[in-house]
């Protein structure tokens, strides 16, 4: 979980102006969130190998985005932290529908989600368009109920 913490927070800062605390340069984002896009990319095709790693990184990314997408919001540069969310739901949607992945596991994901996907950030992303993010945590969370009958 470090790692990834580290990972994130040095793509925030550089993507941060030094005109203000947070405080986004939309100049700087592209190149600033390309190593996460990367390092998204890679977990979509090793979720498998180990799927707790992938997990942790995807929820980091959804937690620490969410909490500043009001900024990205201000500069008109939400779309690149759109892309973050829904790279990252396709990491947490592969992993609960994978049928390697155990039912405690599943669970775990499934509460988190739910609980994301009451974050005031995620209903904020979703005002400003049609759809948005915590439609999709929630839509990840139904196939979870519908695939593993959770609540026996």
């Known amino acids: 979980e470090e790692k990834f913490q580290m990972i994130i927070d040095s793509a925030i800062k550089a993507?941060?102006?030094?005109r203000g605390h947070f405080f986004i340069d939309p100049r700087k984002?592209?190149?600033?969130?390309k190593p996460?896009?990367?390092?998204?990319?890679?977990?979509?095709?090793?979720?498998?190998?180990?799927?707790?790693?992938?997990?942790?990184?995807?929820?980091?990314?959804?937690?620490?985005?969410?909490e500043l997408y009001e900024h990205f919001y201000e500069v008109q540069d939400t779309d690149i932290v759109?892309?973050?969310?829904?790279d990252a739901l396709e990491i947490l949607d592969?992993?609960?529908?994978s049928?390697?992945?155990?039912?405690?596991?599943?669970?775990?994901?499934?509460?988190?989600l739910l609980t994301l996907s009451q974050e005031l950030y995620f209903n904020k992303?979703?005002?400003?368009?049609?759809?948005g993010v915590d439609l999709d945590l929630l839509n990840?969370?139904?196939?979870?109920?519908?695939?593993?009958?959770?609540?026996?």
């Not at 992945?101 to 988190?112: C, N, S, W, Y």
């Open 15 to 18: 993507c941060s102006s030094l």
């Open 29 to 33: 984002t592209n190149s600033a969130l």
């Open 36 to 66: 996460l896009f990367k390092l998204l990319e890679k977990e979509k095709v090793s979720y498998n190998q180990k799927p707790y790693e992938s997990y942790v990184f995807a929820k980091l990314v959804l937690e620490n985005f969410g």
């Open 82 to 86: 759109d892309n973050l969310f829904y």
């Open 94 to 97: 592969a992993i609960c529908q």
């Open 99 to 112: 049928k390697t992945t155990p039912f405690e596991f599943k669970e775990e994901i499934f509460g988190d």
């Open 125 to 131: 992303s979703s005002s400003y368009y049609d759809g």
């Open 140 to 152: 990840i969370v139904s196939k979870c109920v519908a695939t593993e009958d959770i609540f026996k």
